[in-house]
C-alpha cells in the first residue's frame, strides 16, 4: 500500500524559524526533496510578506517547482487575496486552515468562524472559474482539532459542523491538522472515524501531526489504522511548535518514511536520499536545531538489503 | 485495561551513564518513583562491581527497595554467581539476558548459547530449591532480537529455538528486547506472534524498547496491538545506547506513561508524580541529558480534568 508523505519544510518549518532561508538555497532543497522521491512539498505560504517574511519568494519557489513533473506544488492561502496570488503562482493544492477553537481563530487569523468559512466559500467560487483541467485541489485544514492552547479540547458537534461546512462551502478535503502537539493514538482513531463518518472517508485523507509530547510517529501508526493514506512531516522536524530542545515540532520526514518503509508501506522515497536534502537545510540553516533520529542513528545493519529481499519476494509471489 | 510499567533507569539508565549515582539519591529515586505510583522497578544488576562500579550497591538498594510494600523489586542477573546474589539480597524477579545473536552473546557475555542456557538451568535450579512462597519470578531477556550491530537480522527459527530452550531451562517468561534500536512497529506485531505461537502468550508478556530511531513510542502501539501488556521504561530516556543529541536510549517513562493514559489504559502512575522523580535524576546527575517530550511540553490543557471525566463515566457506566 501507497502512504504519500507531505514534505511541508519549506513552509510550516521556514515560517517558523528566525533566519530566512535563501532562495536558491530553497530551490536546491526542493530539488533535493524531488531526487529523494518526494511527491508532493508545501512550498510557501501566500501571506503578507511583512508578516511572514521568510516566505515572501513564495510565489517564486511556486513557479519554479512546477518545473518539476509529476511533483505537486502545494502552498498554504490563509484567505481569498493569498488564494489569488496561489492560482495566479500556478500551485497544484491549496490548504486554508480554520482552526475549529473560535478564540484561536480570532488569535491567529482575527477571523470568526463564519469569516474563515466566508473564505473558503470565495476561493472554491474562484477555483471553479478555472478551466476544469487548471483547478488545484482544495482542502480545508481543522486546525487544533485535538485540542487548543487556549480553550483546551474542542466539542465533536462543533468539529463535526466545521467539516460539513468546509465541504459545503467547496473544499475537495479535510485535512486534520494537530496544531497543538495535542493528538494521542486513542483521539487519532476516534477522531478521524468520526469526521470520516460525517463527511465521507473520501474527504478525509490527510493528518497533519506535530511531535511536541513525543507522540507524533504513534499518532500516525493510529491514523494508519483509521485509513489515513497522507500524512505532513517536515524534514528535520523543523517548524511546529518547538518548546525546548528535543521537543520538535512537526514530525520528522526522515524518521516518518523510515517507519512507514519499515511497515511495509510504499512511499517512493529514499532515505539516503532525505539525509541528502536534509544536509541542504542543515548548510542553509546553520543555526537551527535540526531534530530526528535516523539522520543520527542510522539506519539499522543489513536493512536496505533486507528491504530489497522482501521486495524481490513480492516480485516473485 | 491495565498496562504495567516497568521502571528499568536505576539499572539500564544508571549502567550506561559515566557518573555514579550515590546510594542515598537511587534510594530518594526509588522512594518518588513508589510514590508515583511505579509498581515495578529494576533496581539493579549482580555483576562484579569492577565491571559496572555504577551498580555496586546493588544489594543494598534490593534491600531498601524490599521495604515498599507491593513493589516488585527487580534485578538483572547475568549469571548463576549473580543470581544467588540476587536470591540473598531478596529480588522479586531476576532477569538474565540471552543474545540471540552469538557474536553479540561473545563479545558482551564471553559466552557461547549453550554456555547461556546452562547458567538460566542453574539459576533455575537454584530457585526450585527456595519455598514456594520465596520463589522469584524468572524472565529470560531475548537480546538484540529485532537485529544485532554485528550480525543484522537474526533467522527466525534461531530466536524461537532460543526461546523455546529458555523455558525448557526453566524460565517463567521470555522477554523481547530491541537492544540496538533496531525495532519498527511490524516487526515488534511479527515477531511477539511468532514467539508467543512458539512459547505460549502467557510466556510472553514484556518488552524492552528502546528510542534509537525515534520509533520506541510507535513500537509499542504495535506491542499492545500483539497483546504485550509489560513495558520497561526509564526516566529521561537514560541508558540504552544514545548516538547523539536528541537521541534517547530507553523510551521515556513520562511519555510512555502519557501515551498509556491518552488511550485509556491504566497504567496507576501520576505523570506530575513522575516529573517529580526525574527532577531527583536530574539533581543527581547534572551532567547527564534527560530525554522526553512531555517534561518540556506539558500536558495538554483540560488533559487531567478530560481524564477525571472518563473516569467518572466509567465508575457510572
Known amino acids: 500500500m501507497e502512504i504519500l508523505v507531505s514534505e511541508v519544510g519549506p513552509r510550516d518549518g521556514l515560517q517558523n524559524v528566525k533566519a530566512t532561508m535563501p532562495t536558491a538555497a530553497k530551490k536546491a532543497w526542493i530539488d533535493a526533496l524531488v531526487a529523494a522521491g518526494v511527491k508532493e512539498i508545501e512550498v510557501g505560504s501566500f501571506v503578507p510578506p511583512k508578516l511572514i517574511p521568510q516566505l515572501a519568494d513564495t510565489a517564486e519557489i511556486v513557479d519554479y517547482a512546477r518545473g518539476h513533473a509529476g511533483l505537486t506544488v502545494a502552498a498554504l492561502v490563509p484567505n481569498r487575496r493569498g488564494a489569488e496570488n496561489a492560482l495566479r503562482a500556478g500551485a497544484h493544492k491549496l490548504t486554508l486552515p480554520l482552526s475549529v477553537s473560535e478564540a484561536h481563530s480570532l488569535a491567529n487569523l482575527r477571523k470568526t468562524h463564519d469569516q474563515v468559512i466566508e473564505e473558503v466559500a470565495g476561493v472554491a467560487a474562484m477555483i471553479r472559474e478555472l478551466p476544469e483541467d487548471q483547478r488545484p485541489h482544495f482542502e480545508g485544514s481543522l486546525s487544533t482539532v485535538f485540542g487548543c492552547t487556549l480553550e483546551g479540547m474542542i466539542p465533536d458537534a462543533q468539529i463535526l459542523s466545521l467539516a460539513t461546512r468546509l465541504m459545503e462551502a467547496g473544499c475537495d478535503e479535510v485535512g486534520l491538522s494537530d496544531t497543538t502537539g495535542y493528538a494521542t493514538p486513542g483521539e487519532v482513531k476516534r477522531l478521524v472515524k468520526l469526521v470520516r463518518g460525517e463527511v465521507g472517508d473520501a474527504a478525509v485523507q490527510g ?17 494508519i489504522d483509521a485509513g489515513i493514506t497522507t500524512f505532513d512531516a517536515s524534514q528535520g522536524g523543523l517548524g511546529g511548535c518547538p518548546f525546548a530542545p528535543g521537543a520538535s515540532g512537526n514530525i520528522v520526514t526522515e524518521d516518518l518514511v523510515f517507519m512507514l518503509q519499515s511497515m511495509g508501506f510504499e512511499t517512493g522515497i529514499s532515505i539516503d536520499g532525505l539525509l541528502a536534502s536534509r544536509r541542504i537545510v542543515a548548510d542553509a540553516l546553520p543555526d537551527e536545531p535540526l531534530y530526528g533520529f535516523v539522520a543520527d542513528a542510522g539506519l539499522p545493519k543489513g536493512w536496505e538489503a533486507e528491504r530489497a529481499a522482501s521486495e524481490t519476494q513480492k516480485e516473485n509471489a
Chains 1, 2 share one sequence.
Not at 493528518?207 to 491514523?223: E, M, Y
Open 207 to 223: 493528518l497533519h501531526l506535530h511531535n511536541t509530547r513525543g507522540l507524533g510517529l504513534a499518532n500516525v501508526v493510529a491514523g
